[in-house]
């Protein structure tokens, strides 16, 4: 083989290997309908979503519960609202409202992989 014919194998498969690595951030519509969702359930969710990251992952602040307990169930409740708006490929990170409110300290409360495949 010559030179430019390695040149060329090396760029075609630079460019299949970018194509299929290269994940399509969440549109604006999808955030959208999970935010309204969220905000139908106010006594559930009293905070709009805190960050996202570009759809891989989901904070959202909640309120802590008493003792100290993990809100894990509740990050899991929410991968169902995502899955209902076609959102497969999103982590849930639940954090403590009351200190982000208070002194802009992020202390994760509970979490959730909402990752999966599309059918």
Same mark, same amino acid.
């Given at each position: %083989?010559? @030179? @430019?014919? +390695? ?8 460019? *299949? ?5 290269? /994940?399509?951030?969440?549109? %604006?519509? @999808? ?5 309204a969702d969220?905000?139908? #359930?106010?006594?559930?969710? !009293? ?6 990251? /570009?759809?891989?992952?989901?904070? =959202? ?8 307990? @993990?809100?894990?169930?509740? *990050?899991?409740? =929410?991968?169902? $609202?995502?899955? /209902?708006?076609?959102? &497969? ?6 954090? /403590? $409202?009351?200190? =982000? #409110? #208070? ?5 994760? +409360?509970?979490? *959730? &992989?909402?990752?999966? #495949?599309? !059918?």
């Amino acid at each position: %083989m010559n @030179k @430019k014919t +390695i040149l060329i194998l090396l760029v075609a498969i630079t460019a *299949a290997v970018t194509y299929f690595l290269y /994940d399509e951030p969440l549109s %604006m519509a @999808k955030r959208a309908a999970v935010e309204a969702d969220l905000a139908a #359930q106010p006594e559930n969710y !009293p905070a709009t979503p805190v960050w996202w990251s /570009d759809g891989g992952i989901l904070a =959202i602040g909640m309120l802590p519960r008493a003792g100290g307990e @993990k809100r894990n169930d509740s *990050a899991t409740a =929410i991968c169902q $609202i995502l899955w /209902d708006n076609d959102v &497969n490929q999103t982590v849930v990170e639940v954090y /403590d $409202i009351l200190q =982000i #409110q #208070q002194s802009d300290n992020w202390e994760l +409360i509970g979490a *959730a &992989n909402c990752r999966r #495949q599309t !059918p």
